[in-house]
């Protein structure tokens, strides 16, 4: 479901192919997920936004993305 991803320095953003008549739900449901393992991301439209903190350490940079990853498995 991941169309695209894109970054500069640590920002980031995951494009995901919209549902057909629903848009923004899949960007919607991985917020939701991410909460739930407590990582807050941010959406917009279907794409996620990663914006971390610029004093982030590189262990909490892994910690979030293993927490995406997992959530972008988890989704329809």
């Known amino acids: 479901n991941v169309i695209d991803i894109r970054n500069i320095g640590l920002i980031g953003a995951i494009e995901l192919a919209p549902i057909a008549g629903q ?27 990663l914006s971390p903190p610029l004093i982030i350490t590189k262990g909490q940079i ?9 959530v972008l498995r988890a989704i329809d």
């Open 62 to 70: 892994n910690e979030l993305i293993d927490h995406v990853r997992e």
């Open 23 to 49: 848009p923004t739900k899949r960007a919607f449901s991985a917020f939701v997920k991410a909460f739930e393992r407590g990582a807050l991301i941010r959406t917009t439209g279907d794409i996620i936004a």
